[in-house]
């Protein structure tokens, strides 16, 4: 893939996560195409692992939809929902000036 393109998938959830060391690997389905696919994520450390599992496994939870962000060899899944409700309470007025 070229170093810049971005790929995004909406509407992604997590079916399943599994923690192996500092290794975390993720089952993600959904999107327009149905898509499915796995994710596996190598942390620094366990801990550091640990909690991307916890925040992982809570979106599996609640069956939170996500966006699947791939460029090159990155990938990240992204709570859009819980970035534009934070930085919508960062305005003073939670309304936008046009």
Request: charge should be negative; glycine fraction near 6%; hydrophobic fraction near 40%.
């Amino acid at each position: 893939m070229n170093g810049n393109r971005i790929r995004l998938e909406q509407h992604v959830r997590v079916l399943d996560v599994q923690r192996k060391g500092r290794r975390v690997t993720v089952d993600v389905y959904g999107g327009t195409g149905a898509s499915c696919g796995v994710v596996v994520y190598e942390f620094p450390d366990t801990t550091t692992s640990v909690e991307q599992e916890q925040v992982l496994r809570s979106w599996k939870d609640a069956a939170t939809v996500l966006t699947f962000v791939h460029r090159d060899d990155e990938v990240a899944l992204i709570d859009d929902v819980a970035q534009f409700e934070a930085s919508w309470a960062a305005t003073p007025s939670n309304d936008l000036a046009l």
